[in-house]
């Protein structure tokens, strides 16, 4: 196959903002933690059932808890070790399962199979692999991203090599060295659907010469021309496609460990970065990594903690760790400090996707990120900017009006479920309207009416 | 000085947090505080990062981006009083009439105008929003010097009370709040609006037929005009060139289309107006005005034969476009429907000004009722939209 009969995917508003602290191309191996830390609370839509108490023995691979619907969805231990402590939230919610390793307990062996094996196995048994390996959880199903469910055929699924969110790790970096793993991981994903889509970024050259036979799309532009959600957008014909699934690649790799090591693989590459960390880089390491482990030095002061990007991950503190198929830590200054006279300011220090400041007439500069809100909270002037970062197309402020007035039915009109959720309308919202949460809300209200 | 600022900041609030005696009047503090200072709220949600802009920063450089025609509009005031008095032309003078005659005029403005903001921001307990900051200036722009301060203050609070706070503030207002209280004082008190003595301040007895919106002698003499418009309004003094440099009788910050140009390119360069909104209404107005142009005979109006720049130049329509037309709460949302308003703005604005003989300048009034349709425009394009996206629905 070559490249050139491959659909092309423009993301035609896409909105490149340059921060500092692109980590540094190299993987640092990083010694193991004395401990893993994971959260269930983390993981959206998953009433967590727990399989261990404190003090309890487990193998790697082995159940931590799974789904309280749906019992084959299973989380495991990334490693071996003793539970150490299981500490509770607000309404009971876990938040934290902390596991002191312990590397004589030896690990969970599952069968091992070789490409050609691989080959050979139906539908049903790749599905019962990946769900007794633990990795069936990294299958997600759009619209609504929650975990995918195994008696469905989805049209397709979507697999992005790479990831283009500021700062994500590099995709060529993760890839390489891990050919047959990605082969066999997409292997095996093709015997769940009848087509699965992998997507190279058009700049990523070494990703698209490695596996120039396998890809199928080419996406092009910033951050989030590699989210499945505009992905699909880009490339769907009929309403039947929505349903498609979507797996991260590192996900993928993972997969193709698992079936051909019969071993759960918790070895991830993940990046650390943010203008309070001292040296961005990637880091191999393993699921469960303290941030505290994974930072040489936390930081000190105000400081935000990021599971994942600046634009979708999730929130987490100071004594967080990265979950199940986090790959990125991000640690921002919380800046609560104030500026006189702000909106006099030239503004030559801030750059905006306006040309509302001076910034916009000098070269482009990688700018710090805070999580300052930079404005106060008003009603939309519309100002009609939403529309024009949107990647797939919706009228943000439109939709934030439907949805204000309880408009369901206009809202789904609108595209709603369509939404990528990539945070770029309330990013650059004059007012602060916190657009991409109430899109996010309204899809997991969605959601969980239809599941009743 | 920061330091003490903030010192000062903090130790009001605790006065007006929830709870404490004063905590009505917390939006009163807000908006103090938030123009003094910026904001240290941070983020709860993702996205983690935001954006430097906010609502102030774009009401700021509609302000700035006036300021060249406030200040003419001040020389304006006074050159105009002196040439119609004989007095003699020196700048400081010139300068003086004029800041005594448009600086009351800002500051009632800006003060019953801002009275009500916060009033009603304290009843609602929301904040006060920045967009009477540009109102009260667009105000003051589009009024006649001659204007009694009283009548302003009337002008204003009902620009406020019903172009606005009756929909819930800025942002939800259908009709631009300027524009409001141009045509409440325009309907309400057209003695002095559109009388003999009221567009060139301490000028008595000027003999040219005046009208409305805009300083529209020009537009009056062109619309009673028997023979050729264009001899008729340079033996009235309306050269094309004085016309377009503003230095006619009218309204303070208005008659100078060159300033007006300068305005606009500002707004243009960083981006906080629609480009879409502006060229539409010039392609509307050129093309209505070439229209009539070619279907005017002998036995027709002769202010239909005026051409085009002609039109440009007078009245507001420069002003009108550039800074009412593109206000983005009461324009449409979508650049579709952002053409077809401008250009109907345009169209209407040369449908009344060389049809309807009660109104010779017809820019406010087709802005007021484009205002009106930008929802319907908007409406038909979301639909037109909607169509257009392949169905995902549960």
Redesign the interface.
């Known amino acids: 196959m070559t490249t050139s009969i491959c659909k092309e995917v423009e993301v035609p508003n896409h909105y490149s903002l340059a921060?500092a602290g692109v980590p540094s191309d190299g993987i640092r191996d990083l010694a193991p933690p004395q401990q893993c830390v994971l959260s269930p609370s983390a993981i959206p839509f998953l009433k967590p059932k727990l399989a261990i108490k404190e003090g309890d023995a487990v193998q790697k691979g082995a159940v931590l808890f799974y789904d309280k619907a749906r019992p084959t969805i299973r989380y495991m231990s990334p490693v071996s070790g003793y539970v150490s402590a299981i500490e509770y939230g607000p309404r009971r919610v876990i938040d934290a399962i902390r596991i002191d390793v312990n590397d004589s307990l030896g690990v969970v062996e599952n069968p091992a199979h070789t490409e050609a094996s691989i080959q050979e196995l139906d539908r049903d048994t790749i599905v019962s692999l990946l769900e007794t390996g633990g990795l069936w959880r990294t299958l997600k199903a759009l619209?609504f991203r929650a975990i995918a469910s195994s008696s469905v055929v989805p049209p397709s699924i979507i697999v992005a090599l790479g990831d283009n969110e500021p700062h994500s790790p590099s995709a060529s970096s993760v890839l390489a060295g891990r050919d047959a793993e990605i082969r066999a991981g997409i292997l095996a994903l093709k015997k769940l659907a009848p087509t699965v889509h992998v997507v190279a970024h058009r700049s990523d050259t070494s990703t698209q010469h490695m596996l120039s036979d396998l890809i199928t799309v080419h996406a092009d532009g910033d951050f989030p021309s590699l989210d499945p959600g505009v992905i699909l957008h880009g490339i769907?014909?009929?309403?039947d496609?929505?349903s498609a699934w979507y797996v991260q690649y590192q996900d993928v790799i993972r997969m193709g460990q698992l079936l051909l090591t019969g071993e759960y693989p918790s070895e991830i590459v993940a990046v650390v970065s943010g203008p309070l960390v001292k040296k961005p880089e990637h880091i191999r390491t393993i699921e469960g990594v303290p941030y505290k482990h994974a930072l040489a030095q936390l930081p000190s002061g105000n400081a935000?903690y990021?599971s994942g990007g600046?634009?979708?991950?999730?929130?987490s503190t100071r004594e967080g760790s990265l979950s199940y198929s986090e790959y990125a830590i991000?640690v921002?200054p919380?800046?609560?400090?104030?500026?006189?006279?702000?909106?006099?300011m030239p503004?030559a220090q801030?750059?905006?996707?306006?040309?509302?400041?001076v910034s916009?007439l000098l070269p482009k500069k990688q700018s710090e990120?805070?999580?300052?809100?930079?404005?106060?909270?008003?009603?939309?002037?519309?100002?009609?900017a939403c529309?024009d970062v949107c990647p797939v197309?919706i009228?943000p402020?439109?939709l934030a009006k439907a949805l204000y007035n309880n408009d369901i039915e206009g809202a789904?009109?609108?595209?709603?479920?369509?939404c990528a959720?990539c945070?770029?309308c309330?990013?650059?919202?004059?007012?602060?309207i916190?657009l991409?949460?109430i899109f996010?809300e309204a899809k997991q209200r969605?959601y969980k009416e239809?599941m009743v | 000085m920061k330091k003490y600022i903030e010192s000062l900041f903090h130790s009001l609030e605790q006065h007006v947090k929830p709870g404490k005696q004063y905590s009505k009047l917390y939006p009163l503090f807000e908006a103090f505080e938030s123009f003094a200072l910026s904001v240290r709220t941070v983020t709860q949600k993702a996205p983690f990062i935001r954006d430097f802009i906010d609502t102030k920063r774009y009401m700021n450089l509609v302000i700035l981006s006036m300021l060249p025609c406030l200040i003419f509009g001040i020389f304006n005031v006074g050159y105009q009083s002196h040439l119609a008095a004989g007095l003699p032309l020196d700048i400081v003078s010139i300068m003086t009439v004029g800041i005594m005659r448009v600086i009351p005029l800002l500051i009632i403005s800006y003060g019953v105008g801002l009275g009500w903001e916060f009033l009603s921001a304290i009843i609602r307990g929301h904040e006060v929003s920045e967009g009477y900051l540009v109102s009260a200036m667009l105000i003051v722009l589009t009024l006649p010097p001659t204007i009694p301060l009283w009548q302003a203050a009337v002008g204003v609070t009902f620009g406020v009370i019903v172009g606005k706070e009756v929909f819930g503030g800025s942002g939800r207002n259908f009709l631009n709040p300027a524009l409001t209280t141009r045509a409440f004082l325009f309907f309400s008190f057209p003695a002095q609006l559109s009388g003999d003595t009221v567009w060139t301040y301490l000028m008595v007895g000027k003999d040219q037929l005046i009208d409305g919106y805009s300083g529209a002698t020009a537009l009056a003499v062109a619309a009673s005009a028997a023979g050729s418009v264009t001899d008729a309004l340079v033996s009235s003094g309306f050269t094309l060139s004085q016309l377009f440099l503003g230095l006619v009788p009218g309204s303070i910050g208005e008659t100078s289309t060159l300033l007006v140009l300068v305005g606009a390119a500002f707004l243009l360069l960083t981006g906080v107006a629609s480009w879409r909104t502006m060229l539409g209404s010039v392609i509307g107005l050129v093309a209505m005005s070439s229209l009539l142009m070619v279907f005017s005979t002998e036995t027709t109006l002769p202010f239909l034969s005026l051409p085009p720049h002609w039109h440009m130049v007078m009245g507001s329509f420069a002003f009108g476009t550039v800074y009412m037309a593109t206000d983005p709460v009461s324009s449409p949302s979508l650049h579709a429907s952002k053409w077809i308003y401008g250009i109907m703005i345009g169209v209407l604005t040369v449908i009344i000004r060389c049809v309807n003989p009660a109104y010779p300048e017809g820019v406010m009034l087709a802005i007021l009722l484009m205002n009106v349709f930008a929802p319907a425009l908007d409406h038909i394009f979301v639909q037109r939209h909607i169509k257009g996206r392949i169905p995902n629905v549960i």
């Open positions: 921060l619209p769907k014909q009929t309403s496609d929505n935000r990021l600046v634009y979708t991950g999730r929130l991000h921002l919380e800046r609560y400090e104030r500026e006189l006279l702000h909106f006099f503004g801030k750059p905006s996707y306006f040309r509302t400041f916009a990120a805070s999580t300052n809100l930079n404005g106060g909270v008003r009603a939309c002037i519309a100002c009609s529309p197309g009228l402020q439109f789904l009109d609108l595209g709603l479920l369509d959720e945070g770029l309330s990013h650059i919202c004059p007012s602060k916190e991409t949460a996010k969605l239809s």
